[in-house]
């Protein structure tokens, strides 16, 4: 329901001890106002005003940047140790006077929204467990005596390992879309937007781009 917007930066640093494993963590929530005086409303609020994409409409996203720094001191590079410092910024759709919706689309709304958060967090998760297995790699490769003959060399070898697991995440990623997008048309938002005379019996057609979001036909 997102496409984590990854974006990873190595830097290699002398003269400094080495760092202990770690993941230093940032999260930032933010919201796109919707209105709306029902649940079909709603709906088509969010795809009016959800981020569009080539393929469709992002409901709810996930953007992610990383820094990873190596620091060892001069010629030891077994000593050197990778940190990661990981900035998240999730986006989610509020109604901007939820005083106006029947108590039924409210509640609706609000299961919907935790839906979405939900699976924001479990990418999240997923994130975090890449990057942890990037720092292992990394750690065991400079353990092995390797000497710092050649900073580039280096650079070039973790920068591999962090194309490799990076390539190995987005297939979790993916799992996790195939799972979740499905269940979009069956929360009971869209089963109550839905139901309207107009749009009774009508497939929503959800649709699923290289973002991780959810991309959902938008309702006409």
């Known amino acids: 329901m997102r496409r984590i917007s990854l974006v990873a930066a190595l830097m290699i640093m002398t003269g400094l001890p080495g760092a202990a494993d770690e993941i230093s963590e940032k999260m930032k929530i933010k919201h796109y106002t919707i209105d709306g005086r029902d649940a079909l409303g709603l709906v088509k ?3 009016r005003r959800g981020r569009k994409t080539d393929d469709g409409i992002a409901l709810a996203s996930l953007g992610v940047k990383t820094n990873y720094v190596l620091r060892y001191e001069e010629g030891h590079c077994k000593d ?6 990981v900035r998240f910024t999730m986006r989610l759709p509020r109604v901007r006077r939820t005083s106006r919706l029947p108590e039924q689309t409210a509640s609706a709304f609000n ?6 958060k939900r699976h924001e967090e ?32 280096t650079r070039a070898a973790l920068r591999s390992i962090v194309a490799k697991e990076t390539r190995r995440c987005e297939g979790r990623h993916a799992a996790l879309d195939r799972r979740d997008v499905p269940k979009v048309s069956k929360t009971p938002l869209y089963r109550e937007a839905y139901a309207t005379p107009a749009h009774r019996g009508r497939r929503v057609a959800e649709r699923r781009t290289g973002l991780r979001t959810l991309q959902i036909e938008d309702p006409k």
Request: with cysteine.
């Open 45 to 47: 609020s969010m795809h």
């Open 111 to 116: 299961l919907f929204y935790q839906f979405l």
């Open 80 to 85: 050197g140790r990778l940190s990661a410092d």
């Open 122 to 153: 479990e990418h999240r998760r997923i994130t975090l467990g890449c990057i942890g297995r990037i720092q292992k790699q990394a750690n065991r490769l400079l353990k092995r005596g390797r000497t710092c003959q050649s900073l580039e060399q």
